[in-house]
């Protein structure tokens, strides 16, 4: 069991405990969700930030094109084998009929939660007019989310941006369309398709949506410390927090995040050695979850972001990045850490 690991704490002033969150019949242990990230969420990434609290964990985005279903990423991207529960699939697609047939599909599966990505900026999803692009067409909007809603027995919650662009905004008519669909849940990336991930994701407008909607909202972006969640879980009424890139190696920030906003309690970091475990055991699964193959050239950015704020990876990145076997990655990887844990001497 790798975390949450004990490690210095400060304390401040505790705000009230929240009660756990429902999404329709399911009940999240934590209110700090890992985001979808394609490329990155996947089983072992997942279960890793499960372990430190995550209270939901979204899958990489599945392509509800039915002839991708078979294809080595759908599956991939589907299996939650010996994850903890409950297990949210994302789905992307313009067809509501492929849209609702892959959520049936992903439910068979054992999808718990579907969620319709209708935010993802990507040129190849929106050319599909899948993912932000939908933004410009409520119509098909609302038949989507009725559509799926209707074909499976989960709660199904839908993730999206705060318009196509800032000329185009529309959240309030998709918070809307969204309710009225029985869409169990709705997270909000606070930025528009056209901003892409650049400036400071704004919280603005999900606060001015929280006065018209009652299903849970879940704010998104840039949010990637206990303060900022408690900030941004005050000033828009949202009922949780959804974290992306503040998790790329370092799990333990679910835990950091639920805990102050439980207790007000402020916990630092790992200590060097959990932190080296925590890593190692990352690996691992990544190596046996893709293989010997492919296993170590996933592991590498993880091993980057896992290690990037520590002392003299500069030296040590470049042998790291170039292993390519699992084995050797491992044993890269522990001699730096060794040095970490031993006094530098003058040479
Ligand atoms: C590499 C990468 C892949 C992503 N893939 C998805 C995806 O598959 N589905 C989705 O809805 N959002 C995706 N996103 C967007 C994130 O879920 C999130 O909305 C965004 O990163 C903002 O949150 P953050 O500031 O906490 O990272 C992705 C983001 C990144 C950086």
């Given at each position: 069991?790798?975390?949450?690991?004990a490690?210095?704490?400060?304390?401040?002033?505790?705000?009230?405990?929240p009660?756990?969150?429902?999404?329709?019949?399911?009940?999240?242990?934590s209110?700090?969700?890992?985001?979808?990230?394609?490329?990155?969420?996947?089983r072992?990434?997942?279960?890793?930030?499960?372990?430190f609290?995550a209270?939901?964990?979204?899958?990489?985005?599945?392509?509800?094109?039915?002839?991708?279903?078979h294809?080595?990423?759908?599956?991939?991207?589907?299996?939650?084998?010996n994850e903890?529960?409950?297990?949210?699939?994302?789905?992307a697609?313009?067809?509501?009929?492929?849209?609702?047939?892959f959520?049936r599909?992903?439910?068979?599966?054992?999808?718990?939660?579907?969620?319709?990505?209708?935010?993802?900026?990507?040129?190849?999803?929106?050319?599909q007019a899948?993912?932000?692009?939908?933004?410009?067409d409520?119509?098909?909007?609302?038949?989507?989310m009725h559509?799926v809603?209707?074909?499976?027995?989960?709660?199904v919650?839908?993730?999206?941006?705060?318009g196509?662009?800032?000329?185009?905004?529309?959240?309030?008519?998709?918070?809307?369309?969204?309710?009225?669909a029985?869409?169990a849940?709705?997270?909000?990336?606070?930025?528009?398709?056209?901003?892409?991930?650049?400036g400071?994701?704004?919280?603005?407008?999900l606060?001015?949506?929280?006065?018209?909607?009652r299903?849970?909202l879940?704010?998104n972006?840039?949010?990637?410390t206990?303060?900022?969640?408690?900030?941004?879980?005050e000033q828009?009424g949202?009922?949780a927090?959804?974290?992306g890139?503040g998790?790329?190696?370092?799990?333990?920030?679910?835990?950091?995040?639920?805990?102050?906003?439980?207790?007000?309690?402020?916990?630092g970091?790992?200590?060097?050695?959990?932190?080296?475990?925590?890593?190692?055991?990352?690996?691992?699964a990544?190596?046996?979850?893709?293989?010997?193959?492919?296993g170590?050239?996933?592991?590498?950015?993880?091993?980057?972001w896992?290690?990037q704020?520590?002392?003299?990876?500069?030296?040590?990145r470049?042998?790291?990045?170039?292993?390519?076997?699992?084995?050797e990655?491992?044993r890269?990887?522990?001699?730096?850490f060794?040095?970490?844990?031993?006094?530098e001497?003058?040479?």
């Amino acid at each position: 069991m790798l975390g949450p690991a004990a490690a210095p704490r400060t304390t401040a002033e505790s705000p009230p405990i929240p009660p756990p969150l429902r999404i329709g019949a399911l009940e999240l242990s934590s209110r700090v969700l890992l985001a979808p990230m394609a490329g990155i969420t996947d089983r072992p990434f997942r279960h890793l930030c499960r372990e430190f609290g995550a209270g939901l964990a979204f899958s990489e985005m599945l392509s509800a094109n039915p002839e991708l279903r078979h294809t080595r990423t759908s599956a991939e991207r589907l299996d939650h084998k010996n994850e903890p529960r409950p297990f949210a699939v994302q789905i992307a697609g313009a067809d509501p009929d492929a849209l609702a047939d892959f959520a049936r599909y992903a439910v068979d599966q054992g999808a718990d939660l579907i969620d319709i990505n209708l935010g993802c900026p990507a040129k190849k999803v929106c050319r599909q007019a899948a993912g932000s692009a939908l933004l410009r067409d409520e119509a098909l909007v609302a038949r989507i989310m009725h559509r799926v809603v209707r074909a499976v027995s989960v709660p199904v919650s839908v993730k999206t941006r705060t318009g196509w662009s800032p000329k185009e905004r529309n959240l309030e008519q998709i918070g809307r369309i969204a309710q009225d669909a029985g869409v169990a849940m709705l997270t909000v990336h606070g930025r528009t398709r056209a901003c892409g991930y650049r400036g400071q994701a704004e919280h603005d407008s999900l606060a001015a949506l929280r006065e018209h909607i009652r299903i849970p909202l879940v704010a998104n972006g840039d949010i990637d410390t206990p303060e900022i969640a408690h900030k941004v879980l005050e000033q828009t009424g949202a009922d949780a927090v959804m974290i992306g890139r503040g998790a790329l190696g370092k799990p333990w920030i679910f835990d950091r995040i639920a805990r102050f906003l439980a207790t007000g309690e402020h916990v630092g970091p790992p200590e060097i050695a959990q932190r080296r475990d925590i890593l190692i055991a990352h690996l691992e699964a990544l190596h046996a979850f893709y293989g010997e193959a492919r296993g170590p050239r996933v592991a590498r950015k993880h091993i980057i972001w896992h290690c990037q704020d520590l002392p003299r990876f500069d030296k040590a990145r470049g042998a790291l990045l170039k292993a390519q076997s699992a084995a050797e990655q491992r044993r890269l990887l522990l001699s730096y850490f060794a040095t970490l844990m031993t006094p530098e001497t003058d040479a």
